[in-house]
């Protein structure tokens, strides 16, 4: 396997320190548009790594990079709104793809969350391709959960709720998400989508449907909410169940934030003029936060993700299961340098790839998790040393 990571962020970079302690793969280059940044990433990481400059805006320079360091798999690491140009670049080279969030959603047009990629998913198959999408932690793992627990643990289901939640901290800032502000921005702000067998997919407003969820862990209840996330839109494709949801613990104060954001304009991705100068309002929200990547040092507490399931048991009684993943960001930053949420986001498109090298793993067309058998990924991430937890 040749693979090609575009994008040296805290996940890109987390991922490669997870996959230089494996030997599935024979070269990674790891691109990204700051070549600095690129040459951080794999510093210290052996000569299997190779730092390269790309435009992931790009589908042609996506495509000669391929070619270049003739790449068998692509895995995009950077923001969504980069998904369709890697996407398209990866197909013109000849590589399989894998991402961890899909083609963003247009609710002026009704087109939802993987819309663009599930509409070439025959041309994908007819070339023998494979583009595995949401193949992070959540969507990813998540999808994973849903997949095992109809194979396993259920004869029928109600309901795949999926619920993500922490208790982490970070000392010395008043506000500082742990995760890429950009992309929280639009899964927070977008109308959340909700799949039940009668209706379809449909939309709620933002923050709608609040819960109290009690986490594992010593992480205890948090609320949560809806969120447009890509599990409502994979979960259904593959698995049945008669409701599909997604609802993310960002408390009180987080959701005060993006609704002010969202009033002040500051949310809008189209430039805007100031002293001569075009730029994205919310890139300068992004660029005055501090970056995710930083912040593992300051960081305190755990993150857990996870697939609660509800429905009837293999013996035809009521069951109600949580399939979960927490990591803690001390043990992640004591043993691989990273913060606890991009680390669990970061290892599974990494035990994806080593899948795929084996052939456990196979597939043509786009495909989401839950299209492929569960216990091979579950095995093997708790191979990689992080395993994974049901109440």
């Not at 990571?5 to 548009?33: C, K, N, P, W, Y």
């Not at 009837?312 to 069951?319: A, M, N, Q, V």
Request: net charge negative; proline share 6%; charged share 20%.
């Amino acid at each position: 396997m040749r693979a090609l990571l575009v994008g040296a962020g805290g996940v890109g970079s987390a991922a490669v320190a997870i996959a230089a302690r494996r030997a599935f793969f024979e070269t990674m280059v790891v691109a990204d548009h700051d070549p600095v940044r690129a040459q951080r990433a794999v510093a210290g990481h052996g000569d299997r790594f190779v730092a390269a400059q790309v435009d992931a805006a790009s589908a042609d320079a996506v495509t000669a990079l391929c070619r270049e360091h003739r790449i068998t798999h692509v895995l995009n690491a950077v923001d969504p709104r980069f998904v369709m140009p890697i996407f398209n670049g990866a197909f013109t080279a000849g590589a399989d793809y894998l991402d961890m969030a899909m083609s963003l959603s247009q609710a002026e047009t009704g087109v939802k969350l993987g819309d663009e990629q599930f509409a070439v998913a025959d041309t994908w198959s007819a070339a023998g391709r494979l583009a595995l999408c949401g193949i992070g932690v959540e969507p990813g793992l998540s999808d994973v959960f849903a997949r095992y627990a109809a194979d396993e643990l259920f004869s029928e289901i109600d309901e795949i709720g999926v619920r993500d939640g922490a208790n982490l901290t970070v000392d010395g800032y008043d506000f500082a998400p742990s995760f890429s502000i950009w992309t929280t921005i639009e899964e927070c702000l977008n109308r959340p989508v909700v799949w039940e067998r009668d209706r379809g997919w449909f939309t709620t407003e933002p923050f709608s449907e609040p819960e109290i969820f009690h986490f594992p862990e010593g992480i205890g209840p948090v609320e949560c909410v809806n969120v447009e996330h890509e599990e409502v839109l994979l979960i259904p494709r593959w698995v049945k169940a008669r409701r599909v949801t997604f609802k993310y613990g960002l408390g009180d104060e987080f959701i005060k934030v993006l609704k002010t954001l969202h009033k002040l304009g500051l949310d809008a991705v189209s430039p805007v003029r100031v002293r001569g100068v075009e730029v994205s309002p919310r890139d300068v929200v992004a660029a005055s936060l501090p970056d995710p990547a930083t912040l593992g040092a300051r960081m305190r507490g755990k993150t857990c993700a996870g697939t609660w399931v509800r429905g009837l048991g293999p013996d035809g009684r009521p069951r109600e299961v949580y399939l979960y993943h927490v990591v803690d960001n001390e043990w992640s930053m004591r043993e691989y340098g990273h913060q606890a949420v991009v680390w669990q986001t970061a290892v599974n498109p990494v035990v994806a790839l080593e899948l795929l090298a084996g052939g456990a793993w196979a597939g043509v067309g786009v495909l989401g998790p839950e299209a492929l058998p569960p216990m091979p990924f579950l095995d093997l991430l708790t191979g990689y040393g992080s395993p994974w937890g049901l109440e």
